[in-house]
């Protein structure tokens, strides 16, 4: 279920006076109307708001010819400047804006893009929708109640003779009001502009009944979106579960059969030594080994190139976060190579060194790459075997186990860590036998697959 189109689409039969069924016995919209154009010349003669310009669109009479679509009997076309009253707020500048709210910055301090920070006195004092006039995120639309400082990137949207605020925030979200932004490098929407949007305004009484209505939907979209984000939550941790019980053999059934690791571990280093029995804390089935990854994996291998070499980069932005395997790579004139390079070749298992991309599992298989590819160790560690399936060595490298094992060294970044190839050189590696290490990877595969399924069906 796409629960932002289902809310665009409940919007969409408020705004056209189809959510909510219509009562002949509620005082008509365009009765509101002249009210709120006494109140509005009343506060302009006590100097409270200012006259706003007449447009070309503004008459004297609420009745407007080439309307966008047909609404009820009792309701009315008019504009956003004639029902409200728009001002921008108040420059302050960014040193007294502070992030954080304390007894001397206790307002809030609304600007183009929202929620700003908090300072030490307000401007403005009541319950207002917002309008963002300035920034990449103008036309958004916030809420404020109670004392607080808007700027002048903000329009404050003064609303007269009970009309229901939640109605006004809502229909301001329907209208998309970026849409009358300038296309410069900063984009910026004018009160002359917003004042000229026309709207459809309903009878107050049947807003209320909008109002309620589109809160009772949208608290249960809340809910299913707040299941949905359950449900991933745990498809996620499912995964884990699957990797964990992977890697400690517990996957698949063992088979007597196989040829076990130990014979497979003197293939790849005869010297390497095998800490697995029956008293480690791993507990694996009699078949496997555990080694080092060292013993396992050659780690980041070094080729030599020539000066100005075009070679292929594959940076940690450019491999997908989670399980997937995706990852793509640039092509780039590598420059003055004064020493080797970490080469990649088809196979390689590329894991990020990084946190918090570490965490975020960006590991992945590289494969089809063109003849000259490499890249520098900055960004991620290489691991290469001939004597393990890549896609167990991948799924090793995205458990939580190896995950929890890096800890690394903190390079300036605050909450970044480098991993170091001293660190991972030496985290303990399950090596199942050959042909179980296939048959746990259709099972991982399997079981991502069904999990897959669901994730996809909660995007629809």
Known sequence: MDTKKLRQKILDLAIRGKL???????????????????????????GKIKKSKKSAKTSDTPHYENVPFEVPNNWVWTTLGEIFNLQAGKNITAKDIFTRQDTDHRFPCYGGNGLRGYVSSYNREGHFPLIGRQGALCGNINEA???????????????????????????LLYLNLNQY??????????????????????????????????????????????????LQ??????????????????????????????ELLKRINPKAENTCDNGHKWKLPQSWCLIKLKEAFTINPRNKANDDTDAGFVPMTNISDGFSN????????????????????????????????LENRKSVILQNLPNNIGAGTTEL???RSNYTIPLYGLYFFKSNYFIGECVGTFNGVVGQQRV?????????????????????????????????????????
């Open 20 to 46: 909510v069924p219509q009562d002949p016995n509620d005082e008509p919209a365009s009765v509101l109307l002249e009210r709120i154009k006494a109140e509005k010349e009343r506060l302009i003669k006590e």
């Open 145 to 171: 109640n109670g004392q607080f400082y808007a700027t002048e990137h903000a329009i404050v949207v003064d609303t007269h003779c009970e009309t229901n605020i939640d109605w006004a925030i809502n229909v």
């Open 181 to 230: 932004a300038t296309s410069t490098a900063q984009p910026g929407l004018s009160v002359g502009t917003i004042n000229e949007v026309m709207i459809p305004v309903p009878p107050l009484e049947e807003q209320q009944r909008i109002s309620q209505r589109i809160n009772d939907w949208f608290a249960l979209i809340d809910k299913i979106e707040q299941g949905k984000a359950d």
């Open 233 to 262: 939550v745990t498809i996620k941790q499912a995964k884990n579960k699957i990797l964990d019980l992977s890697i400690h053999g517990k996957l698949v059934p063992q088979e007597p059969n196989d040829e076990p690791a130990s």
């Open 326 to 357: 995706l990852f793509d790579y640039e092509l780039r004139l590598w420059g003055k190579i004064k020493s080797g390079f970490t080469h990649f070749a088809d196979d390689d298992i590329a894991v990020a060194k990084i946190s918090p991309c």
């Open 381 to 383: 560690h290489i691991f």
């Open 420 to 460: 170091g190839k001293n660190v991972v050189e030496d985290i303990l590696f399950p090596l199942p036998p050959f042909a179980e290490q296939r048959r746990i990877v259709q099972k991982i595969e399997e079981l991502f697959s069904a999990l897959d399924n669901i994730q996809k069906a909660l995007e629809v």
